[in-house]
């Protein structure tokens, strides 16, 4: 069964500082892994990274993925209080045609 | 386009009863999904369809039937509403594009309480 686990579940950070999420990975059939963000409402899409691509930079946010050690990293610099919100990891099994998602991990941006 | 809508937004039931949660989407996706999201949690699916008439069994299909009859449409059903299905309810759908992205576009929500 297709497994996502992120770390850690929660963050309490200030503005100004450097966050780094993980989300590590067990799937058979890896096609691609995707970031989303979700601010009570329904998540939105921030990054995709698929067998070849190694890391997405948009901004302040950053993702790099590990295929040999099946992980990645959120991070996000320069943090401010509209980056609270739940991210959300997801790994899609190409063959089964879903994806599986992690618990999320809430970050809190403090002014 | 009107993306991934969802109808109801709010939904108050009684144990036992039934509903049906409808989803629509206008941008000729392939794939839908029904998800429930719960307090504290990610997102867990409860069935999803890879085209037109097809259904398969996500993680916590218990309890809920789906149908695909269209392709546009994507209908969840709860036949005897239980409280632990409480919950928030997402619908997606995505596409497969070349770069083999299943980017997934979620419509509103719906919450449901089950007393």
Same mark, same amino acid.
């Given at each position: 069964e297709d497994k996502v686990v992120q770390s850690p579940l929660s963050l309490v950070v200030h503005e100004g500082d450097t966050v780094t999420l993980n989300c590590s990975y067990e799937v058979t059939n890896f096609r691609s892994l995707l970031w989303y963000k979700q601010e009570k409402k329904a998540?939105?899409? !921030?990054?995709? !990274?698929?067998?070849?691509?190694?890391?997405?930079?948009?901004?302040? !946010?950053?993702?790099?993925?590990?295929?040999?050690? !099946?992980?990645?990293?959120?991070?996000?610099?320069?943090?401010?209080? /509209?980056?609270?919100? &739940?991210?959300?990891?997801? &790994?899609?099994?190409?063959?089964?045609?879903?994806?599986?998602?992690?618990? /999320?991990?809430?970050?809190?941006?403090?002014? | 386009n009107a993306g991934v809508t969802q109808t109801p937004k709010f939904r108050v039931l009684k144990t036992g009863q039934s509903m049906t949660l409808l989803c629509a989407q206008d941008m000729n996706h392939e794939y839908m999904y029904w998800y429930r999201q719960d307090p504290g949690m990610g997102l867990r699916l409860i069935h999803y369809s890879v085209g037109e008439g097809t259904t398969a069994k996500g993680e916590v299909p218990d309890g809920y039937n789906v149908s695909r009859l269209k392709k546009q449409n994507f209908l969840l059903g709860l036949e005897s509403a239980a409280p632990s299905q409480t919950s928030v309810y997402f619908c997606a759908s995505s596409y497969a594009s070349a770069s083999g992205s299943h980017e997934q576009y979620f419509g509103p929500g719906t919450r449901l309480t089950v007393t």
């Open positions: 998540p939105t899409f !921030l990054f995709m !990274l698929t067998s070849s691509g190694i890391e997405k930079k948009s901004g302040r !946010l950053s993702s790099i993925l590990d295929k040999k050690e !099946l992980f990645s990293i959120l991070n996000i610099t320069a943090t401010q209080t /509209g980056d609270s919100a &739940v991210y959300l990891c997801a &790994v899609f099994n190409t063959n089964a045609g879903k994806s599986t998602f992690g618990d /999320g991990t809430t970050l809190t941006v403090k002014p | -």
